[in-house]
C-alpha cells in the first residue's frame, strides 16, 4: 500500500469516490494538511468520517498574511483544544514568496516558532512548508526536538544534506515528473528519509493531483533511484506510518 502525506481534502470534491479511487489503487492511508481555521475543521471532520483519512492541524504562512492577530490567536486556541485529532501540527512554516516585505516575513516567523513550541510541548511529529525560505526555515528547526517533515521543500542541495544530516524526513510529490532540478535535488534523499504526497489538488501540467498520483511519483523515484518499486512502496509506507503513528 501507499501513503499520500500531504494534501488538502478539505478542498476536494466527490470525496467519496476519490477516496474510492484511492482505495482501489493502492492508496489506503491519506493525510490532510491544514492551512487555516476551516481547513483545520473541515479536515477533523474528514477524520472522522473516513477511516483512510487522516488530519494534521496548523496554520500555513501563507494563510497568517492574510489574518488578522486575533483570528490567529484564536486559531491557534482552536488548535490546542483539537489537538487529540491531530496526527501532527501541519503545514507551518515560512513562505517569503507570499512574505514580501521585512513586517510580514516576522509575522510569519512569529507564528512558525510559536506553533513549534505547541508542537514540541505536546510531543507530536511537525509538517513544514518552506518556500524560498530554506536558511531561516532550519536555522529555526535547529533548535527544535522532535520528528520533522519538509514537505515539497524547495532548498538548494546544501539545505537538502543538511536536513538529511538531521535525519529529517521528505515528503516527494509530481512536481518531480515535471521538474529535472528538482527530481535530482530529492534523488540525495535516502529510501530512509523519503515519503510520498501530492499537495492535492495543486495542478500539475493543468491537471488537479489526486492522492492515488502518489504512485506515479514512486514509478518515477525507482526507476531514477534504481530501486525496486515494491522497495521504494515498503520503505515509503514504513516511514509515513511511523513517523505519524498510524496503523495500516
Ligand atoms: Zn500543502
Redesign the pocket.
Known sequence: MFVDV???LEMLENLDSIIKECVSKGTKKVVS?S?DLNSMKKNIELSKKFNEIECCLGL?PSNILLMKEKEISDSIEFLQENLFFAKAIG?IGLDFKHADSEEKKQKQIKFYKKQLEIVEQNNLPVVV?SRFAEKKSLEILSSFNGKVLL??FDGNKKAFEEGIKKNYFFSVGPAILFNKDYLQKTLLVPPENLMLET?SP?EFAGKKAVPWWVKKVAEKLSEEKKIPLKEIEEKTTKNALNFFNLNS
Do not use: I, M, S
Open positions: 500531504h494534501c488538502h494538511a492551512v500555513h503545514e512548508h514537505h515539497w499537495d495543486v
